[in-house]
């Protein structure tokens, strides 16, 4: 039971990521506080929980939320050990020469400013508290084109820098500061963000499971409990060296392009090696 008699409090624990680790933390022994805006998603989280989490309606875009989310949770246990800043969804999903400001604005508000301020409105409650840290969701979008719209990438890439730099702001109060960048995951992120109607979700993830098999050199669709043994090790003891950094959690799809780990698809210097070998037959 890693954090007996830690407080623990993760935001966007409505559903998938933040669900799985909301539990996995509660599992092991946390005092948990679970915030979103889906109230209905919360009750299946202390579901899924068996009644071990607490939960609050939280809007991260609403910096005055975050900051009653913190001070509830450190009034009501007497202070705060870790928090897991992963509210989020798709953004504005428009290209750079598309997009309107409102857009971005959301977007930024959404999943960049809200881990700013979840960081600035908790370290009040978490200075002098053995083995405080952050973990802050990123993506692998942070790392280039391709894997996102455009604002999200940006939002997740500033996310990365945050990190680093709250983690330099943080260590005069030892505690720590990380990120954790999932991959491909099977989550609702991807139908929510599509607006898909609620009858197609079930049949849509079923879809993405299915490609996101075959996405990247680890052969399994990534799950969310994937990125919550992740986020627990890093609010670990056991990571209590690690600081300022992220941990790509993506079965590999960031290793190179397609061809450098799936040997059906052809290298860059294949066709190249072709014509040296039928030069030599000639």
Not at 45 to 68: F, H, P, Q, Y
Not at 181 to 199: E, K, V, Y
Request: charged content about 20%.
């Amino acid at each position: 039971m890693r954090f007996n008699g830690k407080t623990v409090v993760v935001t966007g624990a409505a559903s998938g990521i933040g669900r799985a680790t909301a539990v996995a933390f509660a599992g092991e022994g946390a005092t948990v506080y679970a915030a979103d805006i889906d109230e209905s998603g919360l009750t299946e989280t202390v579901g899924a929980s068996n009644g071990k989490v607490l939960t609050a309606l939280c809007d991260v875009t609403r910096c005055e939320d975050i900051k009653a989310l913190m001070d509830r949770a450190a009034a009501e246990t007497g202070g705060i050990d870790c928090v897991f800043n992963n509210a989020g969804a798709g953004g504005d999903r428009a290209p750079i020469d598309e997009i309107e400001p409102e857009g971005w604005d959301l977007t930024m508000d959404l999943l960049l400013r809200s881990v700013a301020f979840g960081i600035r409105y908790a370290v009040s409650h978490m200075i002098g508290r053995k083995g405080a840290s952050f973990v802050n969701t990123s993506s692998v979008a942070a790392v280039g084109p391709g894997y996102s719209p455009t604002a999200y990438a940006v939002a997740k890439a500033g996310v990365l820098h945050l990190t680093k730099v709250a983690a330099a702001d943080l260590a005069k109060h030892q505690i720590r500061v990380n990120a954790v960048q999932p991959g491909f995951i099977n989550t609702n992120i991807f139908t929510r963000s599509l607006d898909m109607p609620a009858d197609l979700e079930v049949q849509a993830k079923g879809a993405i499971a299915a490609m996101s098999a075959s996405a990247q050199p680890v052969a399994r669709g990534g799950q969310a409990d994937d990125i919550a043994q992740a986020v627990l090790f890093l609010a670990s003891e056991a990571a209590g060296f690690v600081n300022g950094t992220s941990l790509l959690v993506d079965g590999g799809i960031t290793i190179g392009p397609r061809h450098s780990w799936d040997p059906a698809m052809p290298g860059l210097f294949d066709a190249l090696q072709q014509m040296a070998e039928a030069a030599k037959q000639a």
